[in-house]
Nanobody, 113 residues
Framework: VQLQASGGGSVQAGGSLRLSCVAS????????MGWYRQAPGKQRELVAG???????YYADSVKGRFTISRDNAARTVYLQMDILKPEDTAVYYC????????WGQGTQVTVSS
C-alpha cells in the first residue's frame, strides 16, 4: 500500500484547508489511520487518528479545529483544518497508526500571520 497526501497550500491565519490521502491499496486492513505533521526542526507528531469504527483522536493542539474522516470504499482519509494558526505550519503526512507503510512525500501547509 502506498499513501499520497494532497491539498496543502498557503493560507492566512484563520483560514481553512482540506487534506486528502489516497491509498493505492485497501486501507480497510488498517484499523487506525492517522494524519501526522512535521515542522522544521521538530519530530513528526500524530495530530489526528480515526479507527475503522469511527472513533477519533485529536492532539490537544488541534482539538476543536481539525476534523478527521475516512472513506474506506474510496480508499481515502481526509483532514479538515479550520481556524489555522501559524504553528500549524508543517509538512502533513498520512499513515496507519502506528505507521505501517513507507512515508509518502507529504503535503506542505503554510499558515501566515
Amino acid at each position: 500500500v502506498q499513501l499520497q497526501a494532497s491539498g496543502g497550500g498557503s493560507v492566512q491565519a484563520g483560514g481553512s484547508l482540506r487534506l486528502s490521502c489516497v491509498a493505492s491499496g485497501s486501507i480497510f486492513s488498517f484499523n487506525v489511520m492517522g494524519w501526522y505533521r512535521q515542522a522544521p526542526g521538530k519530530q513528526r507528531e500524530l495530530v489526528a487518528g480515526i479507527s475503522s469504527g469511527g472513533s477519533r483522536y485529536y492532539a490537544d493542539s488541534v482539538k476543536g479545529r481539525f476534523t478527521i474522516s475516512r472513506d474506506n470504499a474510496a480508499r481515502t482519509v481526509y483532514l479538515q483544518m479550520d481556524i489555522l494558526k501559524p504553528e500549524d505550519t508543517a509538512v502533513y503526512y498520512c499513515n496507519a497508526n502506528p505507521p505501517q507503510v513507507s512515508w509518502g512525500q507529504g503535503t506542505q501547509v503554510t499558515v501566515s500571520s
